[in-house]
């Protein structure tokens, strides 16, 4: 998989892909994320990249020519499945969307700033918006790790235990279980029993009934 990831401040999500299970997946080339400075895509020479809103208001808006012609320039390189457009506007990332886009072979992500985007560059090349909460960030790049981590944990190989990912909180719409490592018993908590019998029908079946439980009490809507 291929993400490109569109910004005007890149340098703000350098760590996550440097370090740990991304990195990981970038050297073994199973997922390529590359960086573009909207700066570059500039026609002026202060690099401008946004300018106030027309009809006033407040805040800047980013210009619609250098992301069209950033956008334009990946597009006429190679097929992108999705060109996702991070907003709080967006559709609340869930777990089946990351399910969805794991499957994908290129990826554009477009990270607004400032106010948000010229209107025209969703209507000429934005394919999906996505939010990752009902709250506002000061731009889209935390949102693009986000959604880049979900998806890359997911592409095959990128997990060294391939079961883990089968079974995280929300692949099947429950929350996950309570789960223990040494020692048995730390200040009095003692490990379940039933974790330690070797039973491992019955294991599951505890396992089944915890997450069942828990999501019950906290996320009831997810049982629906
Ligand atoms: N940009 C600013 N806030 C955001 C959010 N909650 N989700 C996605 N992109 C954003």
Known sequence: ????IISAVPDL?????RTSILKRAMEKGQAEVVFH???????NNYRQIDDAPYGGGAGMVMMVEPLDKCISELKSQRHYDEIIYLTPDGETLNQKTANTLSIK?????VCGHYKGIDQRVRDLHITKEISIGDYVLTGGELAACVLADAVIRLLPGVLNDEQSALTDSFQDNLLSP?????????KGLKVP???????????EQWRHDEALRITAERRPDLLD
Do not use: A, Q
């Open 1 to 4: 998989m291929r993400i490109d």
């Open 13 to 17: 999500m350098l760590s996550p892909f």
């Open 37 to 43: 400075d909207i700066r570059n895509w500039s026609s």
């Open 105 to 109: 072979e290129n990826l554009i992500f």
């Open 178 to 186: 309570p789960i223990y490592t040494r020692p048995e018993v730390y």
């Open 193 to 203: 029993d039933v974790l330690l019998s070797g039973n491992f029908s019955k294991i």
